[in-house]
């Protein structure tokens, strides 16, 4: 049977799991953009370096993401979800999807697709930052209530 001990482990794995992807492709980014570069005949023109600046700058808000997705998960599995440090992690990680879309938005000047990017990354934003509004709301009535007990 499934629950929530369950999905929360789940949850963390993949956080993990995204963290090590993540150190991976930093590692062999030179190697990727150069394939990357032989097969893309639009990306060929741009040569490595822009590319490679884009990956690692915008590696520093994936990292961050991942480290504040994981604080927020440790701490909910601890039984502390309506606690302003969680609302607090989900404001960072939207910042992190903004910082994100406007990274790849920046290097669209370089490769147009980086726009897809953007846009997915400035819409994660917007979501987490709406989920963000919803637990300090909850939180302000938790406080609230518990004010009046």
Known sequence: MWSN???LLLSKTCTILFMVLLLVCLIGAPWLVSSFLMTS????????MLFLITIYVGSLPAVALL??????????GNGRVFVKENA??????????FAGAI?????MLYYVP?????????????VIRVIKNVFAEAIELQDDSDLTI
């Open 67 to 76: 480290v504040f997705l994981y604080m927020l998960l440790q701490r909910i």
């Open 41 to 48: 005949y639009s990306a060929q023109s741009v040569g490595n």
């Open 5 to 7: 001990s369950k999905s």
């Open 114 to 126: 980086w726009i897809a990017l953007g846009i997915a990354a400035a819409f994660m934003g917007l």
């Open 88 to 97: 607090a992690c989900l404001r960072y990680i939207s910042w992190c999807c």
């Open 103 to 107: 990274i790849s938005l920046i290097s």
